[in-house]
């Protein structure tokens, strides 16, 4: 716990001084809301409405942190060697990516919180209901989608190419939901957007149980897991691309 | 610990990297490995630590993965750490004791070191010269009480009198009892200001092995005794 407490603490600062993960996660989010929303400020939706739109959004800034600040982070990680010498210094790897996941899930944290105080000041939601039900959607669903991405650090790719490429990966994940497409099928599940999306309709926007969809997002959320627990034990630290 | 008869290639059918190599590490001097770009230098390092594994050959006294220390080159660290964060991250990560008050970390060092560390401790990394960050880096590293230290390149891109401290540095975790310390460097001259352990890789063997005065006993310039060796 005490290697893991070190990395966190080392990331955290990272992540506050780092100007970009606050533009990513928090502004890039909500510049796009207010830009495809700013009709809220004359006619604002039904609350059912309202929560199905964030979702989206709140989905967005997930999905950021798991593939942008933290897969693609552990990538450039390894390209640079940090995460071959602390794993000799640690003794293993775990606690690196560990110390990762849970920094970025605490940005993540309080980046929602500030998202939803701005959306609930400018157009007059309940901000305790906002900032709860989009915390309860990271607490579900940032785990495991975070696991699932980690096979991005095993990725055979020059260090410069990856991030700009997995940022658009990022938006095209997002458009390729069902929602967006139209088109209703549990195979778009293999997408994380679509797993995130869903969990927030049936946690968060749906009034009624379904107890079959409940086991669906289980099972998908666990198979996440699974890929990224053995993605992490198998991973080699190398760098692929340069000798270390 | 002993390197015997060790062939290495990363493909199947391959070039081999390491062709029967030998290398018996000095316990009590600072080992270093010489050898142009690309000679297999960072192979056999990764070989050590067990990162890779050779086609050929056996390694004696393997050293388990949470017994060495591997410093790899140029990884970045946040510019706004100051000294004793790096320091820490170092010390905790490994479960050893960190104090910042009363830093068992400044033990062992001399006058001239402890000054040294005692102004770094509250610099930032981004007000260190690379020397500096470079000397503490390894500094912290040497702290670890590992039995097998690698460095590759400590000294790369940094001034003489950095230089020497990092390399004073390394020669004082040799001496001490049961632990292998072994780096490389481009920067021969440097190598006579220690007591040192040479090896040469050159095509994949060993092509010489010896003492700085062994290496410039023909040529008194160690670059021009490498470049000797190399050719011949």
């Given at each position: 716990m005490t290697k893991t407490y070190e990395f966190f603490s080392l990331f955290l600062k990272e992540n506050v001084y780092n100007k970009m993960n606050l533009f990513w996660v928090v502004f890039i989010p909500l510049i796009l809301f207010l830009i495809n929303y700013s009709n809220w400020f004359v006619n604002r939706p039904q609350e059912q409405e309202a929560y199905l739109v964030l979702a989206f959004f709140w989905s967005l800034m997930i999905l950021i942190s798991a593939v942008i600040n933290t897969a693609v982070s552990l990538f450039m990680m390894r390209e640079e060697g940090f995460m071959k010498m602390f794993s000799f210094i640690a003794g293993s790897k775990r606690s690196i990516i560990f110390g990762k996941g849970l920094a970025n899930l605490l940005f993540l944290i309080v980046s929602m919180v500030v998202f939803n105080l701005v959306v609930a000041l400018l157009f007059q939601m309940n901000p305790f209901m906002l900032i709860m039900n989009s915390l309860l959607l990271i607490a579900v669903t940032f785990i495991p989608v975070v696991l699932f991405f980690s096979?991005?650090?095993?990725?055979?790719?020059?260090e410069d190419s990856i991030a700009p490429a997995f940022s658009l990966l990022t938006i095209v994940l997002m458009y390729l939901t069902s929602d967006m497409v139209g088109v209703q099928s549990p195979l778009f599940l293999i997408n994380p957007a679509e797993f995130i999306l869903r969990v927030a309709e049936a946690v968060?926007?749906?009034?009624?149980?379904d107890v079959t969809n409940m086991l669906t997002l289980a099972s998908v959320g666990c198979i996440y897991m699974i890929i990224g627990l053995v993605t992490i034990k198998l991973a080699n630290l190398e760098s692929r691309t340069i000798r270390q | 610990m002993e390197i015997v008869n060790m062939d290495f290639r990363?493909?199947?059918?391959?070039?081999?990297?390491?062709?029967n190599v030998n290398v018996r590490l000095k316990p009590d001097q600072l080992n270093v490995v010489l050898g142009l770009n690309g000679s297999g230098k960072t192979t056999l390092f990764n070989i050590m630590a067990g990162s890779l594994k050779p086609n050929a050959g056996e390694l004696s006294e393997w050293v388990k993965k949470s017994e060495i220390a591997y410093q790899v080159q140029g990884v970045p660290f946040l510019n706004a750490l100051k000294g004793k964060d790096l320091v820490r991250l170092f010390l905790k990560t490994a479960s050893r004791p960190f104090d910042v008050q009363n830093p068992v970390f400044f033990d062992g060092m001399n006058e001239r070191e402890q000054s040294l560390a005692k102004h770094l401790w509250h610099l930032k990394l981004g007000d260190m010269s690379l020397g500096e960050r470079r000397w503490l880096m390894v500094t912290a590293m040497c702290a670890l009480d590992r039995k097998l230290y690698i460095f590759d390149e400590p000294t790369s891109g940094v001034d003489p009198d950095s230089r020497l401290n990092v390399l004073n540095r390394l020669e004082s975790v040799a001496s001490s009892s049961g632990q292998y310390v072994v780096m490389s460097t481009h920067t021969l001259q440097e190598l006579g200001h220690v007591e040192c352990h040479i090896f040469l890789v050159h095509d994949g063997r060993i092509v010489f092995e010896g003492s700085y005065t062994d290496l410039t006993s023909v040529h008194q310039n160690p670059d021009e005794a490498f470049r000797e060796l190399v050719r011949s």
């Open positions: 096979w991005i650090m095993t990725l055979p790719f020059k968060i926007i749906s009034d009624v149980v | 990363y493909q199947e059918g391959g070039r081999k990297i390491l062709d």
